[in-house]
């Protein structure tokens, strides 16, 4: 195992913002449970896909009771969409069908393309202790929706963290922040995912493309979004979504307590979406074909070698 701890790194540039975004809408996730019964909260859920395209789900889980995640997810069918597991404690093993195994632990992230198919598995390699992290469904374009799926073990020390310039660190996942590129770029939906912890009293700024969506998911502490009259606080476990309203030219977000977050934007795509189940496609007939491909068994199977 790599014992490399990851690296903070200095901004290198200023995120100036003249207008904030302000909330348009606090959620409070849906209690539920998935896979081989994973107790998760699902925070972005299906109702909300139109308002946050590209994204069409978000989940999290935290837990210390072993009972609520040794079941992990067995095999199961995705195509269509990307999917990023973001882990802040626990160890998870992922196996897929395009013959991919990796090992997401502490801090590290996994993206995976669906694209036409895989079947993966996704299950604790811990027998007890904490278990804590996030699940993000990012649609592909429909050009895109059967290229070939990939996928990519981002351990923790390939994430870079920023020493935030008015206090605290964000944690680049993907797009950049005070002029450090994260760990993955994605084109046409240019996700934007930060995971940024600040200490009481701290502000932190992000500029935002006017045209994509936002969204802000508190995990710890407590923090307010958008200055002056607009300001709204969200608390802990509670998502915010941003406006779209085209008249802010990003985000500016005050910690009230010791707070962590993450913020999440993207380029929404405007097409039509078909969902059923694991399967996010763009019409309903497609949406036959992948149940047909999968039950004849065109979804590439899991090779043997990388049965455990
Ligand atoms: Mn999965």
Redesign the pocket.
Known sequence: MDTRTPTTVTATAIETVSRSRTVDRVVRGVATSD?AGVKLTRVLTQNLQRRLDPFLMLDAFGTDNRDDYIGG?PD?P?RGFE?ITYMLAGRMRHRDSAGHEGLLENGGAQW?VAGSGVV???LPEQEDGRMEGF?LWLNLPAADKMTTPWYRDVPARDIPIVALPDGGTARVIAGATHGIAGAVTRPVTEPLYLDVHLPAGARFAQTLPAGHNAFVYVYRGEIAIGEGEGRAVVEAQRMGVLDNTGLGDGVVITASADARFLLIAGAPLNEPIAQYG?FVMNTQDQIYQTLADYRDGRFAKIPAENHG
């Open positions: 896979g997810f199961h995705h999917t995976m993966h598995s996704e699940q694991p």
